[in-house]
């Protein structure tokens, strides 16, 4: 038997790679709901490549009760009203906004960092995705944390304009075109141009200077791996479509050469370790779109501390960031929770 799953935010770009993520990996679903908001109520979308082609219903009219698993790619606004109206429906909501995850009974999961944390979903029977930038940085660092115990990390990320979603990816085609044809350059989504410019700006500005952005990987991080390593974050939206990139630098409390980190990194879940040291011995932005896995590349001690080792990471934001994570959510809760049959 398999699960009955709504897919809320349909029509939004994780919503739609959720979409395609579980036909891809061919999620056991008996049936499936595309939710959006009334003004895209009736929207076709895809279900993966299957060929079933699903029409939006109305989020403010979806009764949750009898389904198993909702995914919410809807924003705050409407995972604060309807997830909790899911949850009392009986339905598990792993959401992606940012709405829950600082929730201390709402666990904030990645398969393959904490997944033993998923068990505290019966409390609220909601679940949280963290953010893009923090789910690929949790994954590099938590083999090299079970190895050696991380002290501190500097992160600058180097973040996607999908990320500011369908918008934003707009907002860089329009931009560019405009620049090679002469016309006005204008900026909506973004506080200043974004074509062949970096923005070092994401999210609202805190009272510390630090953006909501540098501040969600801070508590997210600390959340999900430990809460005593010390991060400071500055991250940067950068003219890329797809794909964030991070370089990363952390020290430890243990001895871990470069060589010791590698061979670790290899074999770790979720992890590809690309690391040649030479002319394109590395991996970009463009080649990690549509993969699942984080990328880590330039992986190499830091001779100005203690213990201290620096690498690149790169992950595609709307895979591992967003939907595959949230979709592995549901997998870990089937396996471990919700079997069927």
Known sequence: MGYRVAVVGATG??????????????????????????RSTGTEVEFGDTGRILKCRNIEHFDFAGWDIALFSAGGGPAKEYAPKAAAAGCVVIDNSSYWRMDPDVPLIVPEVNPDAIAGYVKKNIIANPNCSTAQLVVALKPLHDAAKIKRVVV????????????????????????????????RKFTKQIAFNVIPHIDVFMDDGSTKEEWKMVVETKKILDPKIRLNATCVRVPVFVGHSEAVNIEFENELSAEQAMDILRE?????????????????????????ATYISRVREDPTVENGLTLWCVSDNLRKGAALNAVQIAELLGRKHLQKG
């Open 13 to 38: 770009n994780v919503g739609r790679e959720m979409m395609q993520i579980l036909a891809e990996r061919a999620f056991p679903v008996d049936e499936i709901a595309a939710i959006a908001s009334p």
């Open 156 to 187: 600058s990320t180097y973040q996607s304009v999908s990320g500011a979603g369908k918008a934003g990816m707009d907002e860089l085609f329009e931009q560019s075109r405009a620049i090679f044809v002469g016309d006005p350059v204008q900026a």
């Open 268 to 292: 770790a879940p979720g992890v590809m370790l690309i690391d040649k040291r030479e002319d394109g011995g590395y991996v970009t932005p463009i080649e990690c779109v549509g993969d699942g």
